[in-house]
């Protein structure tokens, strides 16, 4: 009996913890608190960058922008995802966050509520891209190049700006597919 107990626990529990297939898979809050089901960018290539507002690599915010102005109407999408888990470098709320990145950058492109890319409170989207490829976050502005069918394709450290050549090849080589 106690072995059917356990065999209907685990099965329980096996059933809630199923893995993401695609970055489509996921819900997100936009920066203004309203779920955001990412499978909206299907068939979409995304652009996904943790980022922070006190950072060495801010200034990335112009570049990101740039490329999602450039690649927009091809199908590029970029998705910013605010993180603090490095340095305390994004201390403020997502409405301090929003007001900064409008003000500063013009960013137009789709920001999210602030996450945990990192760590024991690492968010489900960010467990399932670094399971994708190339484990642990490191710094801010690590970015992900996911596909239009959701899977990772390419990832690039902080120091690789928006808009260095292998970011756009990756970028362009996606969009063509």
Not at 57 to 71: G, N, V
Not at 86 to 112: H, L, S, W
Not at 144 to 166: N, T, W
Request: glycine share 8%; aromatic share 10%.
């Amino acid at each position: 009996m106690r072995i059917l107990y356990l065999l209907t626990v685990l099965g329980v529990m096996g059933a809630g913890m199923t893995q993401a297939a695609s970055l489509h898979d996921f819900t997100m809050n936009s920066i203004d608190g309203k779920p955001v089901p990412l499978a909206q960018f299907k068939g979409k290539v995304a652009l996904v960058v943790n980022v922070a507002s006190r950072c060495g690599f801010t200034p990335q915010y112009a570049e990101l922008e740039a490329m999602y102005r450039k690649y927009k109407d091809r199908g590029l999408v970029v998705l910013g995802f605010p993180a603090n888990n490095f340095m305390n470098q994004e201390p403020g709320t997502d409405a301090e966050i929003k007001e900064f990145c409008e003000r500063k950058y013009n960013v137009t492109f789709p920001m999210f509520s602030k996450i945990s890319v990192r760590g024991e409170d690492k968010a489900p989207l960010y467990q399932f891209l670094t399971s994708q490829m190339g484990g642990e976050i490191e710094w801010n502005f690590t970015k992900f190049v996911v596909g239009k069918d959701g899977q990772v394709v390419a990832r690039f450290s902080s120091r690789v700006k928006p808009d260095a050549p292998e970011v756009v090849a990756a970028i362009e080589k996606a969009l063509a597919q």
